[in-house]
């Protein structure tokens, strides 16, 4: 049958899906901005691109914005939809990501054609990510309203979508009451056959850095972009009292200085650079080790290494960092906050700890770097974790496969 992907970076998270979708014998497209830079070649799946016209007004209202650069990229989704339909090309299932808006107008493309959405994250005024951080309040009521507003695409494709398809059951709870009957929780899938524990992984630091062997106290700290959102200015205020009591510590921060989910720092510096100006003077830098963005197996290596891997996030999307770092087997301490909830329990397979509090931030990684033989059982539970429940192969792809060949079987019977 035929299945169309619709993503702006794909394969992003349907990598593992399509593959698997197209060795079974699907014909497997793919609609992808046409700008973005190919990720992987996936065999069996044809790629269509589609390009915007026009870019989002400048003046518009601040709070339309971003529903106008949505309907921009549904408009060149559509076209380059519809491209497909008059050459008598209709899918019998559409998989997609919602979040950027290009599915907003397919349904009328190709009507009564059934979809699935994969559902990452619905905002919210209050009670999430907005407002969690003292630091950032957004208690005045345009904060909010902006938050509004930043709801109504997602709000739309909820309307249009025959099934969801969330991560975890934390993300599938931040979507209204009226879909979650829709939703079906099922992770990514990490492959723990590649990503496991290695007693034997070096890895060295740039070309002139420090080799780091798994056993040596590193601490890690890894990100798409070092952010409040994930607590990097969490770890970096409480790094000084960490390096005094762990003087041998070396400490890798993963990430680019890009302003990510939140607010951009003052002044139109990176949090990177305004953190360090903050706390810098109280640092040891020789054990600080900056990276930016790592090769996916060099990133491998980092968390094989790792004696205790810090994992920070406000009530928002769970990394997939989390996860793979404990099925690398670290020690990791994270946030109490409900996204790591749902898969550490304080104690058993790893260490919470309260998002706010420095001291008991600085004790647990000292505990962890001071004394990592009393964390062994901790690292394997963390491990048996993420086998048992989020495992690719053997839990999360066979579950995904089966939920889209039920809707083709329900297609079929229509």
């Not at 046409?34 to 799946?45: C, F, P």
């Not at 601490?219 to 409480?238: D, K, S």
């Not at 304080?346 to 260490?351: L, Q, S």
């Amino acid at each position: 049958m035929r299945i169309l992907f619709v993503h702006q970076n794909f394969p992003g998270q349907f990598g593992s899906l399509a593959a698997a979708l197209a060795r079974r014998g699907h014909r497997v497209t793919a609609l992808r901005q046409a700008t973005q830079q190919q990720q992987q070649q996936i065999e069996g799946v044809e790629l269509q691109g589609w390009t915007a016209e026009r870019s989002t007004t400048a003046q518009a209202h601040p709070w339309a914005q971003d529903i106008e650069t949505k309907l921009i990229r549904a408009e060149a989704s559509a076209r380059a939809a519809e491209r497909l339909q008059r050459s008598g090309w209709c899918p019998d299932l559409i998989i997609g990501h919602p979040g950027w808006g290009e599915m907003l107008f397919l349904q009328h493309i190709w009507p009564g054609v059934p979809q699935l959405h994969y559902l990452e994250f619905h905002y919210a005024e209050a009670g999430l990510d907005v407002g969690f951080d003292p630091e950032f309040p957004a208690s005045a009521w345009p904060a909010k309203a902006r938050i509004t507003s930043k709801k109504a695409a997602s709000l739309l494709n909820l309307e249009s979508m025959d099934a969801g398809l969330s991560p975890t059951q934390f993300q599938a709870s931040t979507y209204p009451a009226w879909a979650r009957e829709r939703i079906q929780v099922i992770h990514d899938g990490i492959d723990t056959e590649s990503v496991k524990p290695d007693p034997n992984a070096r890895l060295q630091l740039g070309a002139s850095g420090p080799v780091l062997k798994a056993g040596d106290p590193v601490i890690t700290f890894v990100n798409r972009n070092l952010e409040p959102y994930r607590g990097f200015h969490r770890l970096l205020r409480a790094l000084p009292e960490i390096q005094r009591h762990c003087p041998d510590a070396v400490t890798v921060i993963v990430g680019a200085e890009g302003t990510g989910y939140g607010d951009s720092a003052p002044q139109g510096k990176s949090w990177k650079r305004h953190l360090l100006e903050e706390v810098g003077h109280e640092l040891n830098l020789e054990k600080l080790h900056f990276t930016g963005a790592l090769p996916y197996q060099a990133y491998l290596r980092l968390l094989q290494v790792s004696r205790c891997h810090v994992y920070f996030t406000y009530p928002f999307v769970l990394g997939w960092s989390c996860l793979e770092a404990m099925a690398a087997g670290c020690l990791v301490v994270g946030s109490a906050t409900a996204p790591v909830q749902e898969v550490i329990q304080d104690g058993v397979n790893g260490r919470l700890v309260p998002f706010f509090d420095q001291a008991a931030l600085v004790e647990a990684v000292v505990g962890a770097v001071q004394r990592p033989e009393r964390q062994v059982m901790l690292r394997a539970a963390a491990r048996e974790r993420v086998v048992k429940h989020y495992d690719l192969h053997g839990n999360c792809l066979p579950q995904r496969l089966q939920l889209v060949e039920q809707l083709l079987r329900e297609k079929a019977g229509r």
